[in-house]
């Protein structure tokens, strides 16, 4: 469905009324209770996939490797999920959402658990490999059931509800994560994790009630997106936008330490800080994409090329450090609903298939950004991060600046 402006919207529901009074009935508005729920589980998933970042270097000291080689299993979880999330979401779309959600954080508290008792880092790596299949599959279906539970209007402050999730993750889960890490190990952060996973999984199967079931477009019908250049062009550039914000995100534990001086035990405050002016990011950027998803991104890359630039400048000065951080965290968290909400809207026919090849092409530039970090801090330092971030940051301005032509043709 298109706009008389042209622009792509999320379209209606279709009107059913559920078949059984635990149904959840369609609604114009944003239902609080389910989305509620969504958030909750997205916070333990995401904090499952990057309370790693934190952790990299008492991983790195315990089992003896390098920081770029910690840095890896960021990169692996990441490329897991861009690769096998089109496929496995497109063969899932149709699964009644409840159980499916059920599922997947299940599966999170068990890699969790095994993540835990890891006796090196060969086992450590398979326990991120197996919920870095799932995460795919939840963050495009819980786009989708969000966004149709609050109808076109109210999408994208309904998905940036439920990435608040994201936002929770980095102001509790991580920093959280690290301070556990730091206290009782690393290890004991990746149990805590497990238990909470399973309590949630609990919590889903009790409350969550059945979203209505939605129409889901043939596979090849869904596939048929990627013979839409301009939709490519949109996931694209979602790789350049986070493959900017990891290449210094994912040692922003290092950066803390190393460029700031910052003691370890306080490194995880740091990050909460971060994480809680990130709410404000998370809140603007549900808005702005509701206005203008495509100049939303532009606009808060932009701000995360400025802020990137300034960061180790002002590092030695912790109170310049904290404004600067403050920045990067409302750009940084901003940017996660905002891109979803754009690769949605120009994936009609198949939306929870478009979510997740955002999901993909976000994890895609994870793992480009911690691998291009890693590669920054081993041949220039770890001071240079901030400027590869910007730099990465400009190109992806520049590639966003045909899609503003296109939209106005």
Request: glycine share 10%.
């Amino acid at each position: 469905m298109r706009s008389r402006h042209n622009k792509p919207v999320l379209p209606e529901q279709d009107g059913r009324r559920p078949s059984s009074p635990g149904d959840l009935p369609a609604a114009a508005h944003i239902p609080v209770a389910p989305i509620a729920i969504l958030a909750v589980a997205g916070f333990l998933l995401v904090t499952t996939e990057f309370v790693i970042i934190g952790l990299i270097p008492a991983l790195a000291r315990d089992f003896g490797v390098t920081l770029s080689q910690a840095g890896l299993l960021v990169s692996l979880f990441a490329f897991t999920v861009t690769f096998c999330g089109p496929v496995l979401t497109a063969r899932l779309a149709g699964r009644e959402r409840k159980r499916l959600f059920t599922i997947i954080l299940l599966i999170f508290a068990g890699a969790n658990l095994m993540a835990a008792i890891s006796p090196n880092v060969w086992i450590l790596a398979v326990a991120r490999f197996i919920p870095a299949l799932a995460l795919p599959v939840f963050w495009g279906t819980a786009s989708e059931t969000a966004a149709q539970l609050a109808g076109p209007r109210h999408a994208g402050r309904a998905v940036g509800r439920v990435y608040l999730g994201i936002s929770a993750a980095l102001v509790l889960g991580v920093p959280l994560g690290t301070v556990i890490g730091n206290a009782i190990g690393w290890r004991g952060a990746f149990a805590v994790l497990a238990g909470l996973t399973l309590l949630a999984a609990l919590l889903m199967h009790v409350c969550m009630p059945r979203p209505p079931m939605v129409p889901v477009a043939s596979r090849s019908g869904q596939f048929s997106l990627l013979k839409s250049s301009r939709f490519l062009m949109h996931v694209l550039l979602s790789v350049l936008v986070f493959t900017a914000m990891f290449t210094s995100y994912t040692f922003l534990a290092e950066l803390l330490e190393g460029v700031a001086e910052i003691a370890p035990s306080w490194v995880g405050w740091w990050m909460m800080g971060f994480g809680i002016v990130g709410l404000l990011g998370n809140w603007l950027g549900g808005v702005m994409a509701d206005r203008n998803s495509l100049g939303a991104t532009v606009g808060f890359l932009f701000l995360l090329a400025v802020v990137m630039v300034i960061l180790v400048p002002v590092a030695s000065n912790h109170w310049a450090l904290s404004a600067v951080l403050a920045f990067w965290g409302i750009a940084y968290t901003a940017l996660f609903p905002i891109c979803q909400i754009r690769v949605m809207q120009h994936g009609q026919q198949a939306q929870a298939l478009a979510g997740t090849l955002n999901v993909s092409a976000a994890n895609a530039g994870t793992g480009l950004g911690a691998v291009v970090g890693g590669w920054v801090i081993s041949e220039l330092g770890t001071a240079f991060l901030g400027y590869a971030s910007a730099a990465l940051a400009v190109v992806a301005v520049l590639c966003a600046l045909p899609l503003f032509r296109q939209s106005n043709q």
